[in-house]
């Protein structure tokens, strides 16, 4: 009886560190009605491709990173993956929402805001890379947070071949090739 219940736990233990490990993975997903997507036969849109490296392993910071444009959810991006918006040209604040382990162990958001520009009628590429973030003094920082970068259609290019990204969306049928 004592082993059928060892045997038993054991594959509990096992079933609930597989399904905790593929949470916290995800995958990629645009918010179809973000207002700043360009509609259909509007003219004065950008391409802009959303870009994210697999770093390895590292808990919490595996999850999608929460990317906003003008104050909305525009996507969350999986590590790995790299998708392609067309999104109206303008200026806006863009902000990247994750979360990190602070210097005292505890899982915390963390976020990264920029001013950004896109043109009408240019493709951008934007790399979220994951750098460590400062520790004060006194504490209250540590972990690491997602900074956006811009890049060249050369430099997106080779993240994403060697790497081997996976396309998602829109860019499954616009994949970033020569």
Known sequence: ?????????RWLFIFVVLVSAGGCVGSTVIQSGHPLIAREGA??????????PDTGFYGVMDRPVS???AGAELLTLAKGQYTLVQLAAGTSELRADSYTVDDHGYM???SS???ISFSAGETHYLVFEMVPRPTPLFGG????VFLPRRVSRDNALDAVQG??????????A?????
């Open 1 to 9: 009886m004592n082993t059928i219940h060892c045997s038993v736990l």
């Open 163 to 172: 790497q081997g990204f996976a396309p998602v969306g829109a860019a499954v």
């Open 113 to 115: 805001n920029m001013q």
């Open 174 to 178: 616009g994949p970033i090739a020569r």
């Open 67 to 69: 990317i906003s444009l």
């Open 43 to 52: 003219t004065e849109t950008a391409k802009v491709y959303f870009i994210r």
């Open 108 to 110: 915390t958001k963390v």
């Open 141 to 144: 920082g540590g972990g690491f």
